[in-house]
């Protein structure tokens, strides 16, 4: 029986080892928790969150929707363990995370082909490492220092790096219900959401204070860079006044039903877990200090009094230019043998990293078992999200988000209100016709 060490219990690696494991492979499943933690992970458990608990927009006129579709039919532990902890978050699709992982841990544990190993490995010379068919580097953006030199020293200077923040989590018993309503953007009679309306002046001076704020500063080595889909709160609000008014505290869709009026501007909250009882500020990415954070966020209408159950923070997220440093497989060149999988390779988000581990346990077990998969078409939200990682950019290699960008044109003349619907279509058609053709069955429904 072949074998395979993948090194990382997160999102990427856990899909990663259950495609290898269900092919046959024995897996051992490197995770470095409990005796050693990153400075965002809190639990013991495997594919924790650290972020939101939301996986995003569902449906096919969505590019995620559509990764989450293909992951779907291609057998996604990940997606299996979020449809079975979902929480109600409208039309997007978010879990309870402690549920989650749970789930996913339990799977992996008792798979028989996979034995989880709780230890840290340090260097890619690591001994436990000799005598695998392969091994795959998936220990996401927090890698260890040492892992990540160690990563680095074998590709030479060839490493990026961005600054991702975390939002704050709060208790439900702490918001005020008199200022404090349910409801959705779209959909007012839903209760998924718990909105916190702001007139001019409160959302000004909140502004303000955000500004103001004393946040957390960057080591003095290290450049700070954000990634575009995942800006700290305060960083938008640099951008101008009304900015957050605009973006993720814009007013569109909601009457506060203390006014009959639309509010100036409006403070999402999501639920953490089914029971409702721990609610995630939406947008609220930040590096703020802790202390700036009570004070300033204890300024929203309703969260006067404000439990914190989770402060934000931030962290460096590290990744390779993989374009340079990786083949078509994610193997690293300089290191054959070695996979990356996840978001250490430059894809972002929960379902891209998820979907990068399936990927290369899905094409490892086959090369490894004589029977080679091709890369799935670039008009599929897997192959652009692949393709993203082996197309070198015209300036600099950025982390990325599923999304139509990373796809071929449509053909023809398309109004702009049936580009998505088309993108979304052409997709469902090519993975559908990709699937047949590497003998891995048909998509759901068919």
Same mark, same amino acid.
């Given at each position: ?14 899909? *990663? ?33 650290? *972020? ?11 590019? !995620? ?100 923040? !975390? ?28 909105? *916190? ?27 700070? !860079?954000?990634?575009?889909? *995942? ?216």
């Amino acid at each position: 029986m072949a074998k395979v060490i993948v090194v990382g219990g997160g999102l990427a690696g856990c899909d *990663c080892a259950w495609r290898l494991a269900g092919a046959g492979i024995e897996v051992e499943l490197y995770e470095m928790k409990p005796d050693k933690r990153s400075e965002a992970h809190l639990e013991d458990g495997l594919a924790e969150l650290i *972020c939101s608990n939301s996986f995003r927009a569902t449906g096919p006129a969505a590019a !995620i929707g559509l990764l989450k579709l293909e992951l779907d039919e291609l057998g996604s532990l990940v997606m299996e363990a979020a449809h079975a902890t979902e929480v109600p978050a409208g039309g997007a699709l978010a879990v309870d995370r402690t549920l989650f992982s749970e789930y996913v841990t339990e799977k992996i544990e008792n798979h028989p082909n996979i034995r989880v190993v709780r230890r840290e490995v340090a260097s890619l010379d690591d001994p436990a490492l000799a005598g695998a068919d392969a091994v795959v580097v998936a220990a996401g953006p927090l890698a260890s220092e040492e892992l990540a030199k160690s990563l680095m020293d074998a590709v030479g200077d060839a490493r990026l790096y961005f600054y991702d923040a !975390i939002a704050p989590i709060i208790s439900r018993d702490s918001v005020d219900f008199d200022k404090a309503f349910w409801g959705s953007r779209w959909k007012p009679e839903d209760d998924d959401y718990l909105n *916190c309306p702001m007139d001019e002046a409160e959302y000004k001076a909140f502004v303000a204070e955000l500004l103001a704020g004393e946040k957390v500063k960057p080591r003095a080595f290290e450049k700070e !860079i954000h990634f575009e889909a *995942c800006l700290p709160v305060e960083a938008m609000a640099e951008r101008g006044e009304m900015t957050l008014a605009f973006g993720p505290l814009k007013p569109v869709g909601f009457t506060d039903p203390r006014t009959g009026q639309r509010p100036f501007a409006i403070v999402q909250l999501r639920a953490e877990n089914r029971d409702k009882t721990a609610f995630n500020l939406v947008g609220f990415q930040t590096k703020l200090k802790y202390p700036e954070q009570q004070r300033i966020f204890r300024m929203i209408p309703g969260l006067e009094n404000a439990e914190f159950l989770r402060l934000g923070s931030i962290h460096r997220n590290t990744y390779v230019n993989a374009p340079e440093v990786l083949d078509d497989d994610l193997q690293l060149r300089a290191r054959p043998g070695f996979y990356l999988a996840g978001q250490i390779t430059g894809v972002e988000g929960y379902l891209e990293s998820a979907a990068c581990g399936l990927w290369v346990g899905l094409s490892l077990a086959a090369r490894l078992t004589g029977a080679p998969v091709a890369v799935p078409p670039r008009e599929t939200a897997l192959g652009a999200l692949l393709g993203h990682l082996r197309t070198r950019p015209d300036k600099v290699f950025q982390p990325s988000n599923v999304n139509f960008g990373l796809m071929p044109g449509l053909e023809g003349r398309i109004k702009k209100k049936f580009r998505k619907e088309a993108y979304g279509e052409r997709a469902r058609e090519a993975f559908a016709a990709w699937l047949r053709g590497q003998g891995l069955g048909q998509p759901a429904g068919e």
